[in-house]
T-cell receptor, first 115, second 116 residues
């Protein structure tokens, strides 16, 4: 079984400041990791994903995340946020091979960007 | 990337009626579709997984007779909420995955259901 923990339910930040949204996972096998963004009353949009290779993954809208196997983390970062980044962010994990390919989602982190 | 659509985007219905939500993969063949329910300020709750041409697999606690799922083709899955009640009001999101080795999911825009 696998699980995902998003440590912060809400992260307030001022515009143009850097931000980090934390995600930790647990799994006994190799995993794929994802970050999704959800704007109000919309579905989920993939920000970035880690499948293999370089542990630093760059995504859309200036976001990046780093896979740290020893710390079982996949934190999302952006060096300078905009008001338009205000949204709900979900981390997800699924097994890389065998087992269930259905991802497990974290509870989400609400990023609130203040002017 | 792959596009998944949902229809309708919003629906308001009276208690006791049934509502059908459609989920379509527009530019790829979706061998598997997923239906999620999302409560306010909550994460997504997987309701069921459906493979084209076979019966859906429901998660524990989800009433299969209340939430009817049909995946009749590789591009269309439907969720019918039967005899809807106010507690069924929620945001329903579908996702679809194709035959990619990574089985990446592509999400629809969601349907807001309000039962009066």
């Amino acid at each position: 079984a696998q699980s995902v923990t998003q440590l912060d339910s809400q992260v307030p930040v001022f515009e143009e400041a850097p931000v980090e949204l934390r995600c930790n996972y647990s799994s006994s096998v190799s995993v794929y990791l994802f970050w999704y963004v959800q704007y109000p009353n919309q579905g989920l949009q993939l920000l970035l994903k880690y499948l293999s290779g370089s542990t630093l993954v760059k995504g859309i809208n200036g976001f990046e995340a780093e896979f740290n196997k020893s710390q079982t983390s996949f934190h999302l970062r952006k060096p300078s946020v905009h008001i338009s980044d205000t949204a709900e962010y979900f981390c997800a994990v699924r097994t890389a091979s065998g087992g269930s390919y259905i991802p497990t989602f974290g509870r989400g982190t609400s990023l609130i960007v203040h002017p | 990337g792959a596009v998944v659509s949902q229809h309708p985007s919003r629906v308001i219905c009276k208690s006791g009626t049934s509502v059908k939500i459609e989920c379509r993969s527009l530019d790829f063949q979706a061998t598997t579709m997923f239906w999620y329910r999302q409560f306010p300020k909550k994460s997504l709750m997987l309701m069921a997984t459906s493979n084209e041409g076979s019966k859906a697999t429901y998660e524990q606690g989800v009433e299969k007779d209340k939430f009817l799922i049909n995946h009749a083709s590789l591009t269309l899955s439907t969720l019918t909420v039967t005899s809807a009640h106010p507690e069924d009001s929620s945001f329903y999101i579908c996702s679809a995955s194709g035959t990619s080795v990574y089985n990446e999911q592509f999400f629809g825009p969601g349907t807001r259901l309000t039962v009066l």
